[in-house]
């Protein structure tokens, strides 16, 4: 079946280091790809996604590329802030045939200290 | 536009008890998916609805269920609970089906079994 590794972590940075997060998967067909943010006490929010092979999603200075021929959607930020610190989740959604469902990575748990 | 709410936001149940946990989505949104976020084993997949009818279930036992009403909103109930069902139940909510819907998620239900 489907399965997302991501490196678990914790990461722990200094404000304005450059932050990447590794996210390989598994899966047949053409899988959309995401990364979600989950801060504390709250549900997870979209942060970026890709829906096709070398496409480049990105949001908030955060940024991740689809690369189908490493199966891996790795991500990146040039300079993080101490409220970038949360967990991050990569995720893949395979719709084929009725697999209708997010197959998560277990996380990564990002501090970012000033 | 209210996003998708949960209720109630915290519950503490004993061993042998059952539970109902409910979700409103996102008004319009016809598909509703339900997570278990453990420690140990992540988020994982219970099952999702679209149109009132269940169409996909993740690898859980008999004892978690769930229905879809006519307006969408969702429960989820858990038989006998048991001291693993301890968990954060996410619930998501997107347009339709498909690798092009975004899933978004409420804030979650804490469940504390005693």
């Known amino acids: 079946g489907d399965s997302v590794t991501q490196m678990e972590g914790p990461v722990t940075l200094s404000e304005e280091a450059f932050l990447t997060i590794n996210c390989t998967y598994t899966a047949t067909g053409y899988p959309s790809l995401f990364w979600y943010v989950q801060y504390p006490g709250e549900g997870l929010q979209l942060l970026l996604k890709a829906t096709k092979a070398d496409d480049k999603g990105s949001n908030k200075g955060f940024e991740a590329t689809y690369r189908k021929e490493t199966t891996s959607f790795h991500l990146e930020k040039g300079s993080v802030q101490v409220s970038d610190s949360a967990v991050y989740f990569c995720?893949?959604?395979?719709?084929?045939?009725?697999?209708?469902?997010?197959?998560f990575g277990k996380g990564t748990l990002l501090t970012v200290n000033p | 536009k209210a996003g998708v709410t949960q209720t109630p936001r915290y519950l503490i149940k004993t061993r042998g008890q059952q539970v109902t946990l409910s979700c409103s989505p996102i008004s319009g949104h016809r598909s509703v998916s339900w997570y278990q976020q453990t420690p140990g084993q992540g988020l994982q997949f219970l099952f999702e609805?679209?149109?009132?009818?269940?169409?996909n279930k993740g690898n859980f036992p008999g004892r978690f269920s769930g229905r879809q009403f006519s307006n969408s909103r969702s429960e989820m109930n858990v038989s006998t609970l048991e001291l693993g069902d301890s968990a954060l139940y996410l619930c998501?909510?997107?347009?339709?089906?498909?690798?092009?819907?975004?899933?978004?998620f409420g804030p979650g239900t804490r469940l504390t079994v005693l």
């Open positions: 995720a893949l959604y395979n719709s084929g045939g009725s697999n209708y469902k997010l197959t």
């Open positions: 998501a909510s997107s347009l339709g089906q498909g690798r092009n819907n975004e899933q978004f």
């Open positions: 609805y679209f149109s009132e009818t269940q169409r």
